[in-house]
């Protein structure tokens, strides 16, 4: 069994509100930062060797410390709630299961950052949970968690709760940004960074919810401790969603130090691929990061075991290797079609494209027109190269990550996956038809670990 | 003008307002055009969206550019229950597909159209956070998950008596 920080305490009866979290020990995060500076608390973090769980993994304590303190100006920290990157759906379990542990996070986040009035950014169609995380605010609040000189330290700070209303693109920092000033979520050129130029023109961060839930266990237990789970630079547990053709789908908090297989066959996690078929495939980090096929996933192409880690998961770079991302996993048994799967993808990207940038706004809606025509028996040989040629356009050249979010699972179907895009070709009657892919890119280990 | 607006929900409008520091009440759209949707038959007119733009002190186009740019807001009149079935790749991994061929055929309609009777409004939407569930739905406030053909016959049995009380 790994080690529990965030959700160990998730299946307590009760624990979603006020008095059983403060039973188990919850709030003693912000009694402890309140003791401390807030240069302090930006220290521990440091030491904790904390990264972004949003996606691009960014070394939090130090994302902390660049942030500008003019005088008379004021700061913010916003949660990225936006949770839409498809395979992702942890930070809705947390604030679902545990509400007051985002709360207790962003209260001491607050104190260390400065930010008097935060912000939980949430998708608007997680309509429910903004209840559950309005009540858990309004406890906090009338236990003296939260609003005017919290506990004595001088300190005030209110948060709230603002709704998107469904648009991928408002995760990405400086859209959510734009769209919690009531604007289209349309992403700034980048700098000024938000760290100097963000909400209403102030020094802001931005932070994923488990990235701020991450705070309590590391205040609690010290940076140097935290630092001591995991592997290398991947300190601490990750919660990673499961879905697709696995067993046991759902939300786990992992030690980064088991490997892919583990995780993947263990009964602990995934339970193995559902209905005793074979694993085919698996985007191991959110729909934005490479596809990798079973042997690759399993095995780095140096034939080392592959970890549910940054390092390990991202070796080989893209030519054999993929991505931790947001720790959306999504599993693909060996009846599973590449190019089908990569269409609705390429359907999801042009949807959610806000259309600032001709690369992006017109390379996604070509991708998915050409990536239809083939999975529908129309596709030509000149079409494979089309749709690299064009992915390759648009990575690199765009305000904002999302175009390279839409270009890499293209990519990297194409590269690991070609005979199959080269099979729907050849086979135009039959793969309208049936819609299986090739099963044999399917793994040969299945029964390997007990 | 002013006709949809009761007091109680100008005085939630106040309260969304405050959230943010003077002068920035735009901030407060969203907030508010997902309230004015859910008390317009979930969806926004022209003189609605003009109604939340003198409320908060903004240009026509300010309130028109927001509601046309995200996917929640209808800006043409929906059924009494909207299904939005999630077709993305976790998704579509596990059958949603069957999931949308089934309610076609149960509601005699096509993705994006609403039955006559204006009961029900079938949408095929994009990943919403429930991967793990699949396939599923977003029905209202709430989502309906691990969906099978029974249990969507259950939720439209379910819809048409909640319309008939
Ligand atoms: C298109 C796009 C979508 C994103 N969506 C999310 C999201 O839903 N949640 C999130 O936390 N970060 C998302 N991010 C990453 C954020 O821009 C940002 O890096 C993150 O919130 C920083 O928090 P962290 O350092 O705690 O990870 C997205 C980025 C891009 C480019
Ligand atoms: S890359 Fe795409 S989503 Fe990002 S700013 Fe450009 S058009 Fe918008
Ligand atoms: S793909 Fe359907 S909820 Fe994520």
């Known amino acids: 069994m790994g080690r529990k920080l965030l959700l160990e305490k998730a299946n307590v009866p009760g624990i979603r509100g006020y008095d059983v979290y403060r039973q188990q020990g919850g709030y003693a995060a912000v009694e402890k930062a309140l003791r401390m500076t807030p240069e302090e608390v930006v220290e521990e973090v440091k030491k904790s060797g904390l990264r972004g769980r949003g996606g691009a993994g960014f070394p939090t304590g130090m994302k902390w410390s660049f942030l500008a303190k003019p005088a008379g100006v004021p700061r913010y920290l916003v949660c990225n709630a936006d949770e839409s990157e498809p395979g992702t759906f942890k930070d809705r379990y947390l604030m679902e299961f545990i509400p007051h542990l985002l709360i207790e996070g962003l209260v001491a986040a607050s104190w260390a950052l400065g930010s008097n009035r935060t912000y939980i950014y949430i998708r608007g169609e997680y309509a429910w949970i903004v209840d559950i995380l309005e009540q858990a605010i309004a406890e906090a609040n009338a236990h003296g968690w939260l609003g005017k000189n919290i506990k004595g330290s001088g300190f005030d700070c209110q948060i709230y709760v603002q709704r998107g209303a469904g648009a991928y693109i408002c995760g990405e920092e400086t859209a959510l940004i734009e769209s919690l000033e009531g604007k289209r979520g349309n992403p700034r050129i980048k700098p000024p960074f938000p760290a100097v130029k963000g909400l209403w023109d102030c020094p802001t961060v931005v932070n994923n919810v488990e990235t701020l839930a991450a705070v309590v266990p590391i205040l609690n237990i010290g940076g140097e401790e935290y630092a001591k789970i995991g592997t290398g630079k991947s300190t601490g547990t990750k919660l990673i969603s499961a879905c697709g053709n696995i067993n046991r789908p759902g939300v786990y908090e992992i030690d980064m130090a088991i490997s892919v297989e583990e995780f993947i066959y263990s009964e602990e996690y995934c339970g193995g691929i559902a209905g005793g078929k074979r694993l085919k495939a698996c985007i191991p980090g959110g729909s934005s990061v490479p596809i990798l096929p079973a042997k690759l996933l399993l095995r780095t192409a140096k034939g080392e075991p592959r970890m549910m880690t940054y390092e390990s998961l991202s070796d080989g770079g893209f030519q054999s290797g993929s991505m931790m991302g947001s720790g959306g996993f999504i599993v693909l048994d060996e009846d599973q079609c590449v190019v089908r799967h990569t269409l609705t993808l390429a359907r999801f990207y042009r949807h959610e494209s806000c259309g600032q940038c001709s690369p992006c706004r017109e390379g996604t809606g070509w991708m998915e027109k050409i990536l239809h025509r083939i999975e529908h028996g129309q596709g030509r040989t000149a079409d494979i190269d089309l749709l690299w040629d064009i992915q390759r356009r648009i990575e690199g050249n765009t305000i904002c990550p999302l175009g390279d979010a839409a270009a890499w699972p293209v990519a990297a179907a194409i590269r690991h996956f070609r005979d199959e895009f080269e099979w729907h070709v050849n086979n135009p009657e039959e793969c309208r038809r049936r819609n299986y892919g090739l099963a044999h890119y399917a793994d040969e280990l299945v029964s390997a670990l007990p | ?165």
């Not at chain 2, 807001?73 to 998704?91: D, S």
């Open chain 2, 1 to 165: 003008m002013m006709a949809k607006f009761t007091d109680d929900m100008k005085a939630e409008v106040a309260r969304i307002v405050d959230r943010y520091p003077e002068g920035k009440q735009k901030s407060a759209l969203i907030p508010v055009l997902l309230m004015a949707q859910a008390a317009c038959d979930n969806w926004l007119s022209p003189e609605v969206m003009d109604e939340v733009g003198a409320l908060l002190g903004l240009e026509p186009i300010e309130v028109y550019e927001v509601a046309t740019f995200y996917s929640m807001f209808n800006l043409q009149p929906v059924g009494r229950h909207v299904f939005e079935v999630c077709q993305t790749g976790p998704c579509m991994l596990k059958g949603c597909d069957d999931i949308i061929g089934h309610i076609r055929s149960r509601l005699g309609i096509g993705v994006g159209e609403t039955t006559p009777d204006g009961l029900f409004t079938l949408k095929a939407v994009e990943c919403l956070g429930a991967c793990g569930y699949a396939p599923m739905m977003q029905l209202g406030k709430t989502y309906r998950e691990h969906l099978t053909p029974e249990r969507v016959d259950a939720i439209i049995e379910e819809c048409r008596n909640m319309s008939m009380a």
